[in-house]
């Protein structure tokens, strides 16, 4: 008699549970904004967001909760000084460096 194969059961990766001190977050931006993909950089605003707790984050930047969930959606089109603030409020400095 064989023993049926208990199916794996798999989390789905979320990068803000190891998003848990300033270098891991430096890292990972630095690694989003290399991509040039302007929608994974929304996505990892997100990220920092909810690993430093997205109610804070929006106190921070002077928005709404709710408000800060639709600029870092995906397909969202926030303005570079929404960006800035949510960076800002994150801990996030973006510089520049010769390509």
Do not use: C, H, W
Not at 16 to 36: F, H, K, P, Q, S
Not at 85 to 98: C, D, E, I, M
Request: charged share 25%.
């Amino acid at each position: 008699m064989t023993k049926a194969k208990v199916p794996l059961k798999l989390v789905a990766f979320d990068a803000a549970r190891y998003l848990d001190d300033d270098e891991a977050i430096a890292e990972y931006m630095t690694a989003v904004l290399e991509t040039n993909d302007p929608d994974l950089l929304l996505m990892a605003l997100g990220d920092v967001a909810r690993a430093k707790g997205m109610a804070q984050v929006a106190k921070a930047a002077g928005l709404g909760r709710e408000s800060l969930y639709k600029a870092l959606a995906p397909g969202a089109k926030p303005r570079f000084e929404t960006v800035m603030k949510v960076a800002r409020a994150l801990g996030v400095k973006f510089t520049a460096q010769p390509a």
